[in-house]
């Protein structure tokens, strides 16, 4: 009994001094659970924080992409139009000729929702704007009634004078709108696209 009493006090010295090292452990990780706690408290934010902020450029993206599209599309119709009148009748009478009059009020109307777009600010000098807006405004000035049908004013003194060069000066800053908002499409998908990549592999790091 002797023996096993001095053997159990020398066990109790060791688990002692065991038990002393675990607390030292066990506090140790204790205080790693709570940083870490706090550590993914703070990654699922900036998750949801990342998610939010793409899904905000998103948004934006799809307004400008609507608006460029819209944009794009009116002026491709509008060059479509003013290309028509140029070919389809007497070679020099090129500007509108064969428009009716509807159509060039629709043609007139759609430019000026470009205009009007704030995303054409800088797409066009402002002696351009100021020829297309001309245009806009008062497209009838461009077409004369005869004989039950509309043609191209053929007076001197109209608004541009000579209408055939004054034709191809409307459709060289429609194409050059063009081109501009093409180009802005051009990178907005690829932001797009680029953001999207980043967020993906942030999210990846984020969840790993």
Do not use: W
């Amino acid at each position: 009994k002797a023996s096993d009493i001095e053997k159990g006090k020398t066990d109790i010295e060791k688990m002692q001094t065991e038990i002393t090292k675990l607390n030292g452990f066990l506090g140790g990780h204790n205080a790693e659970i709570e940083q870490l706690v706090k550590d993914i408290a703070q990654n699922i934010q900036a998750q949801k924080d990342a998610t939010a902020m793409r899904e905000k450029q998103h948004e934006e993206y799809q307004e400008d992409k609507t608006e460029a599209e819209q944009c794009i599309m009116a002026l491709e119709q509008a060059i479509g139009s003013l290309s028509g009148a140029g070919t389809a009748g007497a070679k020099k009478a090129k500007f509108l000729e064969t428009l009716e009059e509807a159509q060039l009020l629709s043609m007139a109307g759609d430019i000026k929702h470009v205009l009007d777009s704030p995303k054409s600010k800088g797409a066009l000098s402002d002696a351009d704007r100021e020829v297309v807006n001309r245009f806009v405004e008062k497209p009838e000035d461009y077409i004369t009634r005869h004989l039950g049908g509309l043609s191209l004013a053929q007076a001197t003194k109209g608004p541009f004078g000579d209408y055939a060069p004054q034709s191809g000066q409307i459709q060289g800053i429609l194409k050059g709108m063009y081109d501009t908002f093409a180009a802005r499409l051009e990178k907005l998908n690829a932001k797009e696209a680029d953001n999207q990549k980043a967020y993906e592999a942030l999210m990846a790091t984020k969840k790993k």
